[in-house]
């Protein structure tokens, strides 16, 4: 009874959200570009842009964001400026990737704009050192670590990394994502659940921030929307 008491609360308050507020829009434009995953961008001259700052202070980076799609990926790039670029985990999936500079990147690939962390939601965490932290929900609405996707990326760092002595500029993350992943055909006018983190943590502690200011970010009711578009010179 009490469970289902609480799941009953859960919903209200989703509920309650979605009619107080209108989900954040992110437009991604069609691409015929064939687009290389070197994190040099030279193919995203079509692509909209939206760009984050930490409302808090605790971080002083800027975030820029970009995606497109084609047939067979969906793609983001990430351009952070960020003055000292630090990370250590050389392991997939450490628990400890979090406090490394990052970028983390949330989907909901129906859009459901719930509370349950279920198969159609993943996750992924990437460091400045290439390493990935990655999950999928499941039929429970409970993560699966042992979940490892399938995402190509690189990432290009303007600095020296580790090195506290120097100033640097920031970092580029370049990703692509197929369609087959996501378990969905892309269509112009399709909306798809996202949310966009930056992690500049350095190891002084809890410092973050996204595009929609989820808590947790693992929040799908609380997402934007990514919404494919395709015209019709394409």
């Not at 930490?54 to 067979?72: A, Q």
């Amino acid at each position: 009874m009490r469970r289902n008491l609480h799941i009953l609360l859960v919903i209200l308050f989703a509920s309650l959200f979605l009619s107080a507020t209108k989900p954040k829009v992110f437009i991604c434009n069609y691409t015929d570009d064939f687009i290389i995953i070197d994190a040099k961008l030279k193919e995203w001259k079509n692509a909209k842009t939206i760009t984050l700052r930490d409302i808090t202070g605790e971080s002083d980076n800027v975030l820029k964001i970009k995606t497109l799609w084609d047939n067979e990926n969906l793609y983001f790039a990430f351009i952070v400026k960020d003055d000292d670029l630090e990370a250590k985990q050389h392991l997939i999936d450490h628990p400890e990737l979090y406090l490394d500079d990052m970028i983390e990147f949330l989907l909901d690939a129906y859009n459901e704009k719930d509370s349950c962390w279920n198969q159609n939601k993943l996750i992924y965490h990437i460091n400045l050192l290439g390493q990935k932290k990655d999950d999928r929900g499941n039929s429970e609405c409970v993560s699966d670590w042992r979940w490892n996707g399938n995402a190509h990326y690189a990432i290009s760092l303007k600095g020296t990394l580790n090195d506290s002595t120097d100033i640097d500029d920031g970092y580029i993350v370049e990703i692509s994502i197929s369609w087959d992943e996501l378990g969905i055909r892309p269509s112009s006018g399709l909306k798809i659940g996202a949310d966009f983190v930056c992690g500049d943590c350095d190891y002084k502690g809890n410092c973050f921030f996204d595009w929609v200011e989820a808590n947790p970010f693992r929040s799908p009711y609380a997402f934007g929307d990514i919404v494919l578009i395709k015209h019709h010179n394409h």
